[in-house]
């Protein structure tokens, strides 16, 4: 019964912003470090950003550090993803998930797809 539910992905400019929400349910979010993932066409899924349970400790893929900008709102168990100075190569479905490997986590949410153009 867990449901990862992205959303506030869309098209954008080179160097537009763009901020996503994952929506959680079915297990106790507070108690889970949160991590974003990404998968463009024909590459492998790559670990974006990820943050500790109470939103003290972030880390984020070289790519995308200095840009975007993980948060948590553990009262409304939702993760964010505030993304700055988008990029073409930032064109990709984005997924939330739990920083776990338990079996109940190994699916995946719909995702929400970035398209980054001019």
């Known amino acids: 019964q867990v449901q990862l539910v992205e959303s506030g992905g869309g098209l954008v400019q080179p160097g537009g912003s763009l901020r996503l929400s994952c929506a959680a349910s079915g297990f106790s979010f507070s108690i889970y470090a949160m991590n974003w993932y990404r998968q463009a066409p024909g590459k492998e899924r790559e670990l974006v950003a990820t943050i500790t349970v109470t939103g003290g400790g972030t880390h984020y893929a070289d790519s995308v550090k200095g840009r975007f900008t993980i948060s948590r709102d553990n009262a409304k168990n939702t993760l964010y993803l505030q993304m700055n100075s988008l990029k073409p190569e930032d064109t990709a479905v984005y997924y939330c998930?739990?920083?776990?490997?338990?079996?109940?986590?190994?699916?995946w949410g719909q995702g929400t797809q970035v398209t980054v153009s001019s």
């Open positions: 998930n739990a920083n776990s490997h338990e079996l109940r986590f190994r699916n």
